[in-house]
């Protein structure tokens, strides 16, 4: 299938430099200037989808013409959730949480500072650190009420 096939059909491609193989990253976030990709390896999409059946994910294909190599990712549609108490927060740090409106939820986005955020439950933050996948990171919340 063409490049200008995959357009056609509504698949966004991105032209990029995928460099070695075995370094491509599980986790790549695109920011645009009005809006944030989340991309995800076949992988941890397979994880996410075990945790959450209720995600949507979307094939992203990165071309490197260079090097005649294209790799799948998957863009992850994840529900925004209205979950932050009330107040003034300096940083994305500082927030405090709802509990009861995350109530079971493994993955979720926050929009905060007009920025967005994915938030990860702890059992599956700890799933994803001991497969080691490559290119994400967490930052502990640590305000929760």
């Known amino acids: 299938m063409t490049k200008e096939e995959l357009e056609q059909a509504n698949e966004d491609v991105i032209e990029c430099n995928l460099g070695e193989k075995y370094l491509q990253a599980d986790y790549i976030m695109v920011r645009k200037l009005f809006s944030t990709f989340h991309l995800f390896s076949d992988g941890l999409k397979e994880l996410l989808e075990t945790y959450d059946e209720t995600l949507e994910f979307y094939p992203i294909f990165l071309c490197d013409n ?6 799948v990712y998957w863009k992850c549609v994840c529900p925004a959730l209205n979950c932050i ?9 500082d927030v405090v949480f709802q509990s009861d409106k995350i109530e079971e939820r493994f993955l979720f986005r926050v929009d905060f500072e007009k920025q967005e955020y994915f938030v990860f439950d702890r059992v599956l ?3 994803i650190l001991r497969k080691e996948y490559l290119g994400i990171s967490f930052q502990k919340v640590k305000h929760m009420i």
């Open 85 to 93: 108490a009330e107040g003034k927060y300096k940083s994305i740090d």
């Open 125 to 127: 933050t700890e799933n």
């Open 66 to 71: 260079e090097h005649m190599q294209s790799v």
